[in-house]
C-alpha cells in the first residue's frame, strides 16, 4: 500500500490479485480501522501470507476458497438503527455458531453480488409510507430494474421490522421477499413480520434460520483472511439491551409562557459512560409509565393491582409490569380489536370492521380511551395479553460531543391534551418533561444514525430543513460545524406557529447568523399572519438560491413530522428542480431521488 494514500477509503488496488467481492470485503474493513489497527492488520497478513501460502494454495486448488464455498450474507436495511442491531447480533450468533458469515450495509451492497451468492438474510424495516430505509433505496430500485439477475441457486430469509399501526406494514419486507422470489431464489425460512415490540419474535426467528443455514451449508470451509478481521467497529459497553444510567441535569422549557406548546430543553449527563455519538445520532431513552395512569387502567377493567403475572418467568404484580414493562399509552389496532372481542362492544366492533376508521382512532385516542369505552372487566394477564412491550423512545441529539462533552442534550415536545376533561400525557415525553425531576436517574443508549451525517467535506454547502422539534439535529450540525472549523456554507429553514412564543434556540441562531457560522436562516412561523406559511413555502419564495446550492454542491436535511411536513418539503424541492433545472416533473423526482441515494438528501422524519 503506497504511504502516499493515507485514506482507507480510497484503495489503489492495481493489478489486482483479489475478485471484486474480496476489494469490496477488503475497503470496508479498512476504512474502519485507525493507522495503528492497520499497520498491525498489514504485518499480520504478511506472515499469514508467509506461513499459510502452501496452505492457501491447496485450499483454491481443491475447490474450497471462499469464494465458491458457501458463506451466509447478512444485509440490513436500516432507517433509525433496528434493523441493523438485529442483523448485528444475528451476525454475533452465527459466528458463535461458526458459520462463516458477513455483515453489509444495504447501502454498500451491490445487487449483482446476489448472482454469487449462496445464503442471504435481510433484515429490514419501513419508512414512512411504505417507502424503504434511505440505506436501502438503491438496492430497493436494483431489484425491481431489467438488471437484476436470475437468482436460482440463492436460499434466502426476510425478516420485517415495522409498526402495525400504519397502512404499510413492514412493506419494505414484504418487497424484499417479493423481488427475489419472482428472480428463482428459494425462502429457507417464511417470511416474519415483527411489530414494534420486536425482541421476542426477531429473536425466535433468528434461531431458526441460522439452525437452517447451518444444517443447509457444507462443512464450514476457513474463512478468507479478509472475513477473519472483525467487521465491526467496536461498540460502548452500552445498548439497548444495557442502558448506561445517567442523571437529568436540566429540564428548561424553551416555548414561551402563551405557547400551545410545552417544548423542553433536556440536558442528560453521561459522565463515567465513556458514551460517544455523533451529530445525527438519536438518545433512546427507556421510560416508565405515569403511576397515576397505571391506577387508573387498573381501575378501568376493575384490578386492584397487586395480582401477579408471569414476564419472562419472572412473577411481578400487575401494577409494577404495568408501570416498567408494557406500553400503556399509545393504542394500536390490534389493541383494539382484541378489547372489542373481551367486551363485546358493537361501537368497537363497527371500528374495527373498518379499517381506515381504526387507524384513525387508534391514531387519536390512548389506551385508557378504549379502556372506559369498552366498560370491560379484564383479569391480569387478559390485560398484559392485550398491550405491546415497552419499547424505548428515540429522540435526535441536540448537541456535538465536541461542545458538550460528557453531556447529551434533546429537544422534547411534551405531548399533553385533554380527552374528555381529563389529562392526558406522552408515555416518555411526559417522564422526561414533567415527571422526572433534575438529579432523578434515566436510562439511555445510543442509537447511531449513519442515514444522517454531515459530509466529511467540510467545504460542502449544508441545507437544513428541520420546523419545531426537528430543529434538535441541526443545532448539533452547527455546534460541530463551528468546532471543526468547517468552512461550508449553512442554511437553516425553520418553522413554528408564532415568532414570539415558538422560536426554538432563537438567541443561538442569532448568534450563530451573527458570528457567520450560519450563513442563511429562513424562518416560517405559520399564525403569524392570516395565512399560513410553512417551511415549504420559503423553500418556493428562494428556490433560485436553493438551486445554486444544490448545484454547489449542498447536501440537504430534512428532520421533523413525516405525515406532512416531510411530504410537502420533497414536493418543494422537485417543484425546485423542475423550474430551475429545465427538467419535467418526471425528470425532477428522478433528480431529486439520486440526491437521497447519493446520501446528498438525509432525512430523519417520524
Not at 455483515?103 to 417507502?131: M, Q, R, W
Not at 381501575?299 to 408471569?310: C, I, R
Not at 369505552?373 to 390485560?383: D, K, S, Y
Request: hydrophobic share 35%; net charge negative.
Amino acid at each position: 500500500m503506497s504511504s502516499a494514500n493515507n485514506n482507507p477509503n480510497e484503495l489503489a488496488v492495481l493489478a489486482s490479485p483479489l475478485n471484486d467481492s474480496q476489494i469490496n470485503q477488503l475497503q470496508q474493513t479498512a476504512s474502519q480501522l485507525s493507522s495503528s489497527q492497520l499497520a498491525w492488520v498489514s504485518g499480520y497478513l504478511w506472515g499469514l501470507s508467509q506461513s499459510q501460502g502452501a496452505t492457501t494454495s491447496a485450499l483454491a486448488s481443491s475447490g474450497h476458497s471462499s469464494q465458491s464455498a458457501g458463506k451466509l450474507t447478512i444485509i440490513y436495511a436500516s432507517q433509525t438503527g433496528n434493523a441493523k442491531g438485529v442483523a448485528e447480533t444475528l451476525e454475533k450468533e452465527a459466528k458463535a455458531l461458526s458459520i462463516p458469515v458477513r455483515l453489509c450495509d444495504a447501502a454498500d451492497y451491490k445487487g449483482k453480488e446476489l448472482a454469487k451468492e449462496t445464503h442471504v438474510i435481510i433484515v429490514s424495516s419501513t419508512n414512512g409510507e411504505g417507502e424503504a430505509p434511505d440505506n436501502a433505496l438503491a438496492l430497493h430500485e436494483f431489484l425491481q430494474s431489467k438488471k437484476v439477475p436470475k437468482l436460482p441457486n440463492l436460499k434466502y430469509g426476510v425478516l420485517g421490522l415495522g409498526d402495525s399501526s400504519y397502512e404499510f406494514f413492514c412493506q419494505t419486507g414484504k418487497d424484499f421477499d417479493s423481488f427475489l422470489a419472482k428472480q428463482g431464489a428459494t425462502a429457507f425460512i417464511e417470511r416474519v413480520d415483527c411489530d414494534v415490540d420486536y425482541e421476542e419474535d426477531a429473536a425466535q426467528w433468528r434461531k431458526q434460520a441460522l439452525e437452517l443455514v447451518k444444517e443447509s451449508l457444507s462443512e464450514a470451509s476457513p474463512l478468507s483472511p479478509f472475513e477473519n478481521v472483525n467487521s465491526v467497529p467496536s461498540e460502548s459497553v452500552y445498548s439497548k439491551q444495557n442502558p448506561f444510567e445517567a442523571t437529568l441535569l436540566t429540564s428548561q422549557k424553551i416555548t414561551g409562557r402563551d405557547s400551545g406548546k410545552d417544548v423542553r430543553h433536556i440536558e442528560i449527563d453521561l459522565d463515567g459512560s465513556d458514551i460517544t455519538y455523533q451529530p445525527g445520532d438519536a438518545l433512546g431513552v427507556w421510560y416508565e409509565n405515569s403511576s397515576e395512569l397505571v391506577e387508573n387502567i387498573l381501575s378501568s377493567v376493575n384490578l386492584d393491582g397487586n395480582e401477579t403475572v408471569d414476564i419472562d418467568g419472572d412473577k411481578l404484580p400487575v401494577r409494577d409490569a404495568l408501570t416498567g414493562k408494557f406500553e400503556i399509552t399509545l393504542s394500536n389496532p390490534q389493541f383494539i380489536s382484541k378489547i372489542a372481542e373481551f367486551s363485546k362492544s358493537e361501537a368497537l366492533a363497527a371500528l374495527v370492521g373498518n379499517k381506515e376508521e381504526l387507524r384513525h382512532f387508534s391514531a387519536n385516542h390512548q389506551i385508557i380511551d378504549v379502556l372506559k369505552q369498552a366498560e370491560v372487566t379484564l383479569n391480569a394477564e387478559q390485560l398484559v395479553g392485550t398491550l405491546r412491550r415497552l419499547t424505548p423512545r428515540l429522540y435526535s441529539i441536540a448537541s456535538s460531543q465536541s461542545e458538550v462533552d460528557q453531556e447529551v442534550h434533546l429537544t422534547v415536545g411534551v405531548v399533553e391534551y385533554e380527552q374528555n376533561g381529563e389529562l392526558r400525557q406522552g408515555g416518555a415525553s411526559g417522564f422526561l418533561g414533567k415527571r422526572l425531576e433534575e438529579g432523578d436517574s434515566v436510562k439511555v443508549f445510543i442509537e447511531n444514525n449513519n442515514n444522517f451525517k454531515l459530509p466529511q467535506d467540510n467545504n460542502a454547502p449544508v441545507i437544513m430543513i428541520g420546523p419545531g422539534t426537528g430543529i434538535a439535529p441541526f443545532r448539533s450540525f452547527i455546534q460541530e460545524r463551528e468546532n471543526l472549523g468547517a468552512q461550508g456554507k449553512n442554511w437553516l429553514f425553520f418553522g413554528d406557529r408564532t415568532f414570539t412564543q415558538d422560536f426554538l434556540y432563537q438567541v443561538e441562531w442569532q448568534k450563530y447568523l451573527k458570528s457567520g457560522i450560519l450563513s442563511r436562516l429562513d424562518v416560517a412561523f405559520s399564525r403569524d399572519q392570516h395565512e399560513k406559511v410553512y417551511v415549504q413555502h420559503r423553500i418556493l419564495e428562494n428556490a433560485e438560491q436553493v438551486w445554486s446550492w444544490i448545484q454547489d454542491g449542498a447536501y440537504i436535511y430534512v428532520c421533523g413530522d413525516a405525515t406532512r411536513m416531510a411530504k410537502d418539503v420533497n414536493d418543494a424541492l422537485v417543484t425546485v428542480a423542475e423550474q430551475n433545472g429545465a427538467m419535467t416533473r418526471e425528470q425532477a423526482e428522478t433528480f431529486i431521488n439520486e440526491l437521497r441515494k447519493a446520501k446528498r438528501y438525509q432525512r430523519d422524519v417520524y
